[in-house]
């Protein structure tokens, strides 16, 4: 075993992590959406990654591939909104591309995110400089290919990734959002950071703390 | 907040358990918060869902039953309700012959519906789905998320419900769902904003002087916020609007007049009497209306107005019987 392998103890510890980042800043997401959305973001992932928390505790999922299908499937049938089909088909698209394995080396690691990337991509159909999650997902992942091609392992690969995340998330402030109801506001929408960029970014940057440990 | 509540957090479930025991031709999944149909639909025919938020009552549970939908998932208050949901419903009122998933034009809706739709084709069910998006409020769809789906969506459960009990396949259900679609127009205007339970508070600000135009039923914002004015200009705020957006030539249409929830009948009645006089002023025939509460915004004041241009067939399917809680005639 590779000492950098992200294992499914990791992800599981990775999922804590962000469970507690949404359910801490669950007022400051809600804030966030207030302004450009329909109020709900922080409650919807709180309770999502709560059942999600409850699911791995009750399933005991034995492969990388089983926890994510797991944690995408409960994400879909409890957060409702736009959020909770986005974040479920990214978790449900790792899975499936992560298979019945139990750990991930850092090019697997890409793989998976990259599949899960695509599956957000399809189903919301967002393009760059929307205003929304794929804003900050997708510079994570040019960081993260990057420092893997330049022979990183996973855990300074990811902590690249969670730095352009944040940029990523900052470069949502400007922009007028073209997706969901903050399209709606048009150039209203401008000055206010995407809630969806900003649960995204704190997707990374746990994850980043999990692999550091 | 002043509301019939018990606690903010058990509002859907409360109504659901009124809604099992008001409504004996319906039955309730409390579990999956679906409202179906107590007799099920012979087999062989095409069966209808739609769903989304509550707290657009009668929208969307208020029509299931003979000659319109056979299943309607509840989200919670303006929450999309969730793929699980929709996919429960959609293998159980399944007869054979494919679902038709009928989803208003809201980000949340859309991706939820899509999901379940993909979940059960694996499951091997036939699924297709007709999108509304009718409200002319909003402008510039090539740089938003697109119209927003509101009126029509009660018109064409009622069409598409009778084709689907005269035994038409899914192929020509979802032609003629997408007729409707393209051949009508909605736009709305709200005189208070609605407070949602579990926020308590309104959810937006209008001065008592202030109405918004074009608001959506979520109490999105709209084109405008003007002084209020007299009912005669109102009606001009929503029909001008609607008859610059499509060509209903001479008619003959179809009009809902409808309540967002906070408003009595009576002004709904005299507002529709200003519309019926501007219809009448453009020369477009009138041949069916509807007023009244049936796709409301909680405690919303404000009313929308629905234009359906129809043929010989539309206008047989509108007339065809119907029996549900919201809609009931020739039966």
Redesign the interface.
């Known amino acids: 075993m590779a000492m950098d392998n992200v294992t499914v103890e990791t992800l599981v510890d990775w999922l804590a992590r962000f469970d507690s980042a949404v359910t801490e800043q669950r007022d400051y997401l809600t804030e966030l959406d207030s302004a450009i959305g329909?109020?709900?973001h922080g409650a919807?992932m709180a309770r999502g990654m709560t059942a999600v928390m409850e699911s791995i505790g009750a399933v005991h999922p034995g492969t990388v591939g089983e926890l994510l299908k797991t944690v995408g499937m409960t994400l879909?049938?409890?957060?409702?909104?736009?959020s909770?089909?986005?974040y479920?088909?990214f978790f449900l698209r790792m899975g499936i591309a992560s298979g019945s394995v139990t750990e991930l080396a850092a090019p697997d690691l890409e793989r998976a995110l990259r599949a899960g990337l695509e599956g957000v991509v399809q189903?919301?159909k967002a393009e760059l400089g929307d205003k929304t999650m794929y804003d900050t997902f997708f510079p994570a992942l040019e960081a993260y290919a990057a420092a893997v091609a330049a022979g990183s392992d996973a855990g300074p690969a990811i902590e690249a990734a969670a730095r352009a995340a944040e940029e990523g998330r900052d470069a949502t402030g400007p922009m007028?959002a073209?997706?969901?109801?903050a399209?709606?506001?048009?150039e209203?929408s401008i000055g206010h950071l995407d809630p969806g960029a900003t649960s995204a970014a704190m997707l990374l940057s746990t994850l980043a703390i999990a692999i550091a440990r | 907040m002043k509301k019939f509540i018990n606690d903010p957090a058990s509002v859907l479930a409360d109504a659901l358990n009124g809604i099992a025991k008001a409504h004996p031709d319906q039955t309730v999944d409390f579990k999956n918060r679906v409202i179906y149909r107590a007799a099920p639909k012979e087999a062989g025919k095409v069966a209808l869902i739609s769903g989304g938020g509550s707290g657009h009552e009668p929208l969307h549970g208020g029509f299931v039953g003979y000659g319109m939908l056979d299943a309607a998932c509840a989200?919670?208050v303006?929450?999309?309700?969730?793929?699980?949901q929709m996919l429960e419903a959609t293998n159980t009122v399944n007869r054979g012959a494919g679902v038709l998933h009928i989803v208003k034009n809201?980000?949340?809706d859309v991706?939820?519906f899509?999901?379940a739709a993909e979940l059960a084709a694996a499951e091997g069910i036939e699924v297709a789905s007709v999108v509304v998006n009718d409200d002319v409020a909003?402008e510039?769809s090539t740089?938003?998320?697109g119209r927003r789906g509101v009126g029509l969506t009660v018109l064409l459960e009622k069409i598409v419900g009778a084709a689907s009990e005269e035994g038409r396949d899914l192929a020509a259900i979802v032609a003629l769902a997408e007729k409707v679609n393209a051949n009508g127009r909605s736009m709305g205007i709200a005189l208070t904003s609605c407070t949602v339970p579990a926020?308590g508070k309104p959810t937006f600000d209008l001065p008592e002087d202030q109405m918004e135009v074009g608001v959506?039923i979520?109490g999105?914002?709209g084109r405008s916020r003007v002084a209020i004015e007299p009912a005669s200009k109102i009606a001009e705020r929503l029909v001008t609007p609607i008859l610059a957006d499509f060509q209903f030539g001479d008619g003959p249409v179809i009009v809902m007049l409808n309540g967002l929830g906070g408003t009595p009948l009576i002004e709904l009645y005299l507002m529709y009497a200003e519309v019926a006089k501007l219809l009448e002023q453009a020369g477009v025939s009138v041949a069916r209306v509807l007023v009244g509460n049936y796709i409301t915004s909680l405690d919303m004041q404000g009313c929308s107005v629905t234009i359906l241009k129809v043929d010989d067939e539309l206008l047989g399917l509108w007339d065809a019987p119907v029996s549900t809680p919201g809609i009931r005639w020739g039966i």
Do not use: C, Q
Not at chain 1, 178 to 181: A, L, Q, S, V, W
Not at chain 2, 78 to 84: I, V
């Open positions: 329909d109020a709900d919807n879909v049938s409890s957060v409702g909104g736009a909770g089909p986005l479920g088909t189903r919301g007028i073209r997706k969901g109801r399209s709606y506001l048009g209203r | 989200g919670e303006f929450t999309s309700p969730t793929p699980d809201y980000t949340g991706l939820n899509e999901m909003v510039d740089w938003t998320a926020v959506g979520h999105e914002p």
